[in-house]
């Protein structure tokens, strides 16, 4: 075999030497031989040149890769941000047209010429108020009783007719009549006033007011005590959902309006409280039922009448 020259095994060694894994002796070799060869020399230069060009384009390359890496990251992300806004616009759009339907069903449900509409407002202790509105072709009775136990007693009862600025109330436990006019008795006799029901009186006012409550309301269904499907409406954003009430979904006119824990009953004397009870209110209507009897004024004349003029004390007060 041919005899290598030094050269020759030097150059087999550099790879080794620009590691640093040889042991000291051919370091050793190799050091002196470069010392003394400018060929060997150059041929060390040329390896260190490779190796760093070849570390700075596996250096480019996983830069190129962490880069994709992040794109495709931020790409999931923008996806599943899209995905989240389209449903939570769905849900809002949903919400929405279901507002929408309840407002325009109950101004529909409203516009009825005979309605009776039926308050009732559980007190507390046995007892409720109730309130019903008889409504016909423009003139109404409202009756105002309250039941107990021992039975129900009727407190007052109220004619007028719509957009008219004469209110007549007739109490006949005491035998008195007090004849309202003037523009207290006009702003009673409003449609809004004489049909008021909650809630959704607003809503059929404008197109914001029903983007809002879509907005704030949370809507549910249910049947429970009703027998047939209704709308739980709550403001999703009240810490303890205290209030609720419930729409007819044929209607849409509310059939309860509930405000939890409402009343407390407490130890006399004390600030313990015995008892937590709702506050309920409860809404009945009927169509076409209302005859013309139950809006008409009975002959008050056995009774003591009394006149109440507020735009005559207002001139009063303003004069003086
Ligand atoms: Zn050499």
Known sequence: M?????????????????????????????????????????????????????????????????????????????????????????????KFIKINRIANKSSQSLQANNIY???????????????????????????????????????????????????????????????????????KNQENSIKFVPFVRDLSNSLYIQAGAAFVMSIDVDTYEIGREYYVIRNQFEQNQRWEIWIDKETGLPLREINKGGSMTRFPGTDIVKKVSDNVQEYRYEFDVVKEEDVQVPDYSEYKIEYSDLDEINELLSNK
């Open 117 to 187: 509409i039926e308050t009732r407002q559980m007190m507390g202790e046995g007892e409720v108020a109730i309130t019903k509105e008889y409504i016909k072709d423009g003139k109404y009775k409202s009756v105002w009783e309250i039941y107990t136990d021992e039975g129900s007693k009727i407190y007052s009862t109220t004619y007028g007719s719509i957009n008219s600025d004469e209110v007549i109330t007739i109490d006949d436990n005491n035998k008195t009549v007090l004849i309202d006019k003037g523009e207290f008795a006009k702003m």
């Open 2 to 94: 041919e005899k290598r020259s030094e050269c020759e095994i030097v150059q087999d060694l550099l790879l080794g030497y620009v590691d640093d894994t040889l042991n000291a002796e051919s370091k050793k070799l190799v050091e002196k031989h470069l010392s003394e060869c400018a060929n060997c020399k150059e041929r060390l230069k040329m390896i260190r040149e490779d190796m760093r060009e070849k570390e700075e384009n596996q250096k480019k390359e996983i830069d190129y890769l962490k880069k994709i890496r992040r794109k495709s990251r931020i790409k999931s992300i923008l996806i599943a941000i899209g995905i989240i806004l389209v449903i939570v616009l769905g849900i809002y759009i949903s």
